[in-house]
């Protein structure tokens, strides 16, 4: 099973970015699906966590308010609307996909750059 990441890149400071997600060999709907972001030298931190029907989400406090977590069960795909974005944002981005009993999937990681 393979996570594929996209849309990270360069923005400036205040502006939006969006990351997607998709796990095409997954079955999507059996797990929760969460963001979590890498910057160098310190372990991965959890952005966002969507439940599998979506219903539920969570956010670090860091980014509560300015990031929306979001899901497409139809086309197997996770998202991270990012707004507002801080230089404090940049990052390496990757996806996961965990659910108790089950395999966890990593996606490779997006580097999200903010320039102030």
């Known amino acids: 099973v393979q996570l594929v990441v996209s849309g990270g890149g360069l923005v400036q400071a205040g502006g939006p970015l969006r990351l997607s997600c998709a796990a095409p060999?997954?079955?999507?709907?059996?797990?929760?699906m969460s963001w979590f972001l890498q910057v160098p030298g310190n372990n991965r931190e959890l952005v966002a966590v969507?439940?599998?029907?979506?219903?539920?989400?969570s956010y670090a406090d860091s980014v509560k308010d300015r990031f929306t977590i979001s899901r497409d069960n139809t086309k197997n795909t996770v998202h991270l609307q990012m707004n507002s974005l801080k230089p404090e944002d940049t990052a390496v981005y990757y996806c996961?996909?965990?659910?108790?009993?089950?395999?966890?999937?990593w996606g490779r990681g997006t580097q999200v750059t903010v320039s102030s």
């Open positions: 969507i439940s599998r029907t979506g219903a539920r989400t």
């Open positions: 996961k996909a965990a659910q108790i009993r089950r395999p966890v999937y």
């Open positions: 060999g997954l079955l999507f709907s059996d797990f929760g």
